[in-house]
Nanobody
Framework: QVQLVESGGGLVQPGESLTLSCTAS????????MAWYRQVPGKQRERVAF???????NYTERVKGRFTISGDAAKPTVVLEMNSLKSEDTAVYYC???????????????WGKGTLVAVSS
């Protein structure tokens, strides 16, 4: 199995920046894609940023131009740089990796436990 651990969350003021990191406890045989999601209590989990290992990144409209996802499949790590934060960005942010842990295993989807980002003046 594998554990994904997020870090970097915290309390910031509107307009400030944060960088979230996610590190996996072991390497994958193949990573298909990596993503960051967020969830506010009482609402559905929302995909914020997505990167396919062979294709372009894409972002939900509400964060385009402010957030940047990057990753290293070899480590593996996933990073979310968040700039010009707004109060509506307040949520628990979750790291997600989709892929195969071993050559003979099944493709699976893995989640971290989340890190809280709070944007408030």
């Amino acid at each position: 199995q594998v554990q994904l651990v997020e870090s970097g969350g915290g309390l910031v003021q509107p307009g400030e920046s944060l960088t979230l990191s996610c590190t996996a406890s072991r390497r994958f045989f193949i990573i298909n894609n990596m993503a960051w999601y967020r969830q506010v209590p009482g609402k559905q989990r929302e995909r914020v940023a997505f990167m396919d290992t062979l294709g372009p990144r894409n972002y939900t409209e509400r964060v385009k131009g402010r957030f940047t996802i990057s990753g290293d499949a070899a480590k593996p790590t996933v990073v979310l740089e968040m700039n010009s934060l707004k109060s509506e960005d307040t949520a628990v942010y979750y790291c997600n990796i989709d892929g195969w842990l071993t050559e003979l295993g099944d493709r699976s989807n893995y989640w971290g436990k989340g890190t809280l980002v709070a944007v408030s003046s």
